[in-house]
């Protein structure tokens, strides 16, 4: 029997037209049948809790429906519809009420709910004296229980202190072995593998797979990881990294950089080398004066900023002498020990190996200026590095 039945659900927020439209769920079509748990996924904003807002009647979809069948139980806003002049137990009672629990049920209700909650002689106090953590326990418990067909859960492991949320767990875990059927948003992805067969993976409103849990977070998983490796337009970077295109404290202008190019194994220029392939960088200059031993610096970043290697002509102990006039500098690796993705590439020219880079003082420096694109064989694994390796068995 389906208890959730959602077809072509679209949500939206503000006005039309405006800046602060927006659209949280687009088209989302799905179905939850009785003794089935299924997790939502996805990064921040990509829809989760507006779902279970909308499955929980808390709000209304814009366009689509949402069908539910049987009594559920929602922890989606620990702390909601708590009272804070009244006691505990008296919040229990007006919760239990509020979902329109049969009377004769109350007693039996409030014995289990005041046994989770587990708050001694304050709950018979003013919610007021309540720490974050109480109050979180107290809703928790009024929740849990209900008796219910569905429960529809958003992150409950953030409730309370590391050892009620492990009580938490284990209670979810009791509901759903007993044949419960729940629908659980997590940003916790084990407890999500842990209790759900079924993951329906969001990003930006749309469901992008929605299947057997292992497909689904290896789906989820690439997909970040590409995210994560790739460099996007300026306006949509994580952080502002191209500060290469404002000057520095200062430059000399004693020395420029002409140009860079990438040149691959078979010598061809080319902004996309491949991992564990061979790579050489090429760095034309121009030294307008001569200029006595100067340290040339490569560095590489991932798209989030995070520094990944660098070398420089000193640390490699290599003296350029008294430079004058045009030239090349060739940095070359046999094997790109980098994993599959975009990185930023920074050159710079500089009088010294640390108190010129500190002062921000140099010839010339490029920095974030160039894009590398690695790709990467599937057999090298995956990760930030690559290597070479092997498997055996005997």
Same mark, same amino acid.
């Given at each position: ?6 077809? =072509? ?367 990467? =064989? ?17």
């Amino acid at each position: 029997m389906k208890l959730i039945d959602v077809v =072509n659900l679209t949500k939206n927020f503000g006005k039309p037209g405006s800046s602060s439209a927006h659209t949280a769920l687009e088209n989302v079509s799905f179905s939850v049948r009785s003794g089935e748990c299924v997790g939502l996924i996805g990064r921040n904003g990509s829809g989760k809790t507006t779902l279970l807002r909308i499955l929980a009647r808390i709000t209304k979809p814009s366009l689509g429906e949402a069908k539910t069948k049987g009594s559920f139980a929602t922890l989606l806003e620990p702390g909601s519809g708590i009272e804070l002049d009244a006691s505990g137990r008296e919040n229990l009672r007006n919760l239990f009420l509020l979902q329109r629990v049969d009377v004769s049920q109350l007693p039996a209700l409030l014995e289990r709910a005041c046994r989770f909650a587990d708050l001694g002689s304050f709950l018979d106090r003013s919610v007021r004296t309540y720490s974050t953590g109480m109050v979180m326990r107290l809703a928790f418990a009024s929740v849990i229980s209900l008796p219910a067909d569905l429960l529809l859960v958003d992150e409950v492991l953030a409730v309370g202190d590391p050892v009620f949320q492990r009580k938490c767990a284990n209670e979810i875990r009791h509901f759903v072995r007993g044949g419960g059927t729940m629908v659980l948003a997590s940003h916790n992805y084990h407890e999500v593998a842990a209790l759900c067969e079924r993951v329906i993976f969001l990003d930006r409103g749309r469901i992008i797979v929605d299947g057997p849990a292992d497909s689904v977070f290896r789906a989820f998983w690439a997909r970040n990881e590409t995210d994560l490796m790739t460099i996007t337009a300026e306006g949509d970077l994580p952080f502002d990294l191209l500060k290469a295109h404002t000057p520095l404290a200062e430059t000399t202008g004693e020395m420029e950089i002409i140009a860079v190019r990438f040149r691959n194994g078979t010598g061809e220029v080319s902004d996309s080398i491949q991992s564990l392939g061979r790579l050489c960088i090429e760095i034309d200059y121009n030294a307008k004066s001569a200029v006595d031993s100067p340290l040339c610096r490569v560095q590489f970043h991932r798209g989030d900023g995070l520094f990944v290697m660098g070398s420089n002509t000193l640390r490699h102990e290599l003296d350029l002498g008294i430079l004058k006039g045009k030239g090349t500098i060739r940095l070359t690796y046999g094997s790109l020990p980098l994993g599959e993705g975009d990185f930023f590439v920074s050159v710079g020219l500089w009088p010294d190996e640390y108190r010129s880079f500190i002062a921000e003082r140099a010839y010339d420096y490029k920095e974030n200026a160039y894009v590398l694109q690695v790709k990467q =064989n599937r057999q090298h694994g995956g990760g930030l590095i690559a290597s070479d390796h092997s498997w055996e068995w005997s």
